[in-house]
Nanobody, 128 residues
Framework: QAHVAESGGGSVQAGGSLRLSCIRS????????????MGWFRQAPGKEREGVAA????????YYADSVKGRFTISRDNAKNAVYLQMDSLKPEDTAMYYCAAGPRSLCGLGDSIFTFWGQGTQVTVSS
């Protein structure tokens, strides 16, 4: 059965870096191509979930939220069926539960409603 799973969260001081990983597994060839959009989302306590970055597993473009442009980098490794989120210059306001998700390529972007497969989340805490 298709699913995605995140790892790599933790606690870091402001200005530090973390790298999140997301592994896709259980996708058939056709299902994998249909759900080639991979997104990173985050949700802080008391706030709505927001899109952070999104990428196609096999093409472009790449999408970033304005709040993370220049600090976060999303990348992929097709051989490992993996997507990564490199987070640099972290700020306390980046503190949240981070989720990885897979969704249809035709609707790829930062809107969470189109994503079908969601991971359990990994906590990122940035202290000042």
């Amino acid at each position: 059965q298709a699913h995605v799973a995140e790892s790599g969260g933790g606690s870091v001081q402001a200005g530090g870096s973390l790298r999140l990983s997301c592994i896709r597994s259980g996708f058939t060839y056709s299902n994998g191509r249909a759900n080639a959009c991979m997104g990173w989302f985050r949700q802080a306590p008391g706030k709505e979930r927001e899109g952070v970055a999104a990428i196609f597993m096999d093409s472009f473009p790449i999408y970033y939220a304005d709040s993370v442009k220049g600090r976060f980098t999303i990348s992929r490794d097709n051989a490992k069926n993996a997507v990564y989120l490199q987070m640099d210059s972290l700020k306390p306001e980046d503190t949240a539960m981070y989720y990885c998700a897979a969704g249809p390529r035709s609707l790829c972007g930062l809107g969470d409603s189109i994503f079908t497969f969601w991971g359990q989340g990994t906590q990122v805490t940035v202290s000042s």
